[in-house]
């Protein structure tokens, strides 16, 4: 099955084509703690309908109804990707899963501060406080795949960064300022090496490869609310708009979930795809 498999060309959402990994499906599902029988059900189901030329969008999305019919809370990990992405249109909900994930980190954090430079005033994403630690946080939100942050984002975001800091104001009793850039699309080599030679801290999807943004996620168990497949997509907007971005938030509350426009029948299901992510 697996020769099969990697003689497949895909195209990727860059419109990259290369060879079919079977090993990349069988990693992402498995970290969305897919069982191995369903694994193999996934495999199995798919190896009939690979041609040559699919896109990864379209085999993406078979994997993610065939995992759904054998498990719903999986298949939500396994959509968590996509999830985040649908915390737009605009890039504000991204800014407060971001928030978030600090705060549940040990951090005080405000969103969409402005503060003072040496030169100009900069509004900040995301500002976190723990002990004499401030962070500065650049969020960099994309609804759509295949969308790099290259080397321009960590080069003008540096230099807004420099400037905060160089008011001085900030840095009384001993106030150490660490600036962050957070995506939840990947960075090119090329932003990843200008970041690290200014001793930028980034995460992105991917990055860093031993704590990532989906292994912070996964770590505190902060999953968006759009990751839960027994909400439509226009109660999601509904609670995006309310200012709700966790499922933790919203899963065991009724009566939001029915503001919402959920049905007296599909709380149950809500409940229960909540309660076991």
């Known amino acids: 099955m697996e020769k099969k498999f990697n003689q497949i060309a ?65 298949a939500a990990r396994y959509y968590l990707k996509k999830g985040i992405m649908e915390l737009g249109p605009s890039g504000y909900p ?13 951090y005080s954090v405000v969103v969409g501060k402005i503060l003072k430079g040496k030169c100009v005033d900069h509004e900040i994403d995301v500002i976190g406080e723990k002990g004499n630690e401030m962070i500065l ?44 850039i957070a995506t939840n699309s990947k960075f090119t080599s090329d932003a990843i090496a200008y970041g690290r030679c200014k001793n930028l801290n980034m995460i992105s999807w991917n990055y860093p490869s031993d704590r990532s943004l989906r292994d912070v996620i996964d770590e505190f168990r902060l999953y968006p609310l759009t ?6 997509k226009q109660e999601k907007q509904w609670l995006l708009a ?30 229960e795809e909540g309660e076991k992510l």
Not at 29 to 52: G, V
Not at 254 to 259: H, M
């Open 10 to 74: 895909v195209r990727k959402a860059s419109g990259v084509t290369e060879p079919f990994s079977i090993a990349k499906l069988r990693s992402s599902l498995t970290k969305a703690r897919a069982s191995e029988e369903e694994i193999n059900f996934i495999l199995e189901s798919l190896q009939p309908k690979l041609y040559e030329g699919i896109t990864t969008k379209k085999i993406y999305s078979e994997a993610f109804r065939l995992l759904r019919q054998k498990s719903k809370h999986h």
């Open 94 to 106: 991204f800014e407060k899963f971001m928030s978030e994930l600090f705060r549940h980190q040990g």
């Open 137 to 180: 946080v650049e969020c960099k939100y994309r609804n759509l795949a295949g969308i790099a942050v290259d080397v321009k984002t960590p080069l003008y975001i540096h230099a807004r960064f420099d400037d905060v800091s160089e008011n001085g104001a900030l840095k009384k009793n001993g106030t150490v300022i660490f600036g962050w």
């Open 227 to 232: 990751c839960l497949s027994a909400l439509t």
């Open 242 to 271: 309310k200012n709700y971005v966790l499922v933790k938030d919203v899963y065991n509350n009724s009566d939001l979930l029915k503001k919402a426009g959920v049905s007296e029948n599909r709380l149950k299901a809500v409940l």
